[in-house]
């Protein structure tokens, strides 16, 4: 078995062991700007996990936005509204335990789903970016097969930024 | 590139496990900010399962990988959408705890 667990691996658990620990943190936490640097903490160690499994360009894609951007969004949506925050200390309401029982179950059953199922080992020797760097290899695949979902997203995007903005900005008096 | 053997189970199983604290997260928390947070760990659970899975399969590809970053798109446009809609309610509201925004309580 010792044979068995290479470097990567190791990383792997290691990373996974930081990556819970920052979860149940931000679920254990009651002061809300430290949950979200808790949230940091996770994004971050699902950029590694990506570096780590060969997706360089979606790991650095999730550095620079949810690392950087959606945590940074959230602070300030915090520090706008009451930055004093705490969530109630925890108790047991019928709510709560229902809540923990079907996330239990859940989790239960997604876990023995997986461990029951037989993985096909993935294939070491395929080039997933064919002889490309993983950028590239992406880059020609977003314009090439994806170039109208590509387009389709910006549009979204767009949308959606215009539509916070609105939604955001303080109501003048002539518009009441 | 650097590729390590990791075995699928184990990094869905961390998806897995990522998800399921989300989903009690945005069961319980009472702050809409938490709620928001909850739902972001939540899609980026699935991003870790798409990542794998496009290792897998008949043909191995980046198709995951690209269906990855289409929803890193979709959630900052979500994200920030519900931030916006967070600060309008907190506008008006003076609060943002889910139980105070609750119209059918009383």
Known sequence: ?176 | MAYFPIPTGSLLALGAILFCIGLYGALTKRNLIIVLVSVELMLNAANINLVVFSRLGLNPGLNGQVFALFTITVAAAEIAVGLALLLAVFRLRKTSDVNDLNENKN
Request: with cysteine; proline share 3%; hydrophobic share 60%.
């Open chain 1, 1 to 176: 078995m010792l044979a068995y667990l290479n470097g990567g691996m190791v990383v792997f658990y290691l990373l996974s062991v930081c990556i819970l620990a920052c979860a149940v943190l931000l679920i254990n936490l009651r002061k809300v700007i430290y949950m979200a640097l808790a949230l940091g903490g996770i994004f971050l160690g699902c950029a590694a996990v990506y570096f780590l499994v060969g997706a360089e360009f979606v790991g650095v894609a999730q550095l620079l936005v949810y690392a950087g951007a959606i945590t940074i969004l959230i602070m300030f949506a915090i520090m706008l509204t009451n930055h004093e925050a705490m969530e109630p200390a925890l108790r047991w309401t019928w709510r709560q335990v229902a809540a923990a029982a079907a996330a239990v179950l859940l989790c239960a059953v997604l876990l023995w789903t997986i461990r029951s199922t037989v993985w096909p080992p993935s294939p070491a020797d395929v080039d997933l970016n064919q002889g490309n760097s993983n950028p590239v290899a992406v880059g020609i695949m977003l314009f090439r097969d994806y170039a109208v979902p590509f387009e389709l997203v910006s549009l979204l995007l767009i949308v959606g930024l215009v539509g916070a903005v609105i939604l955001a900005r303080e109501r003048k008096e002539e518009d009441e």
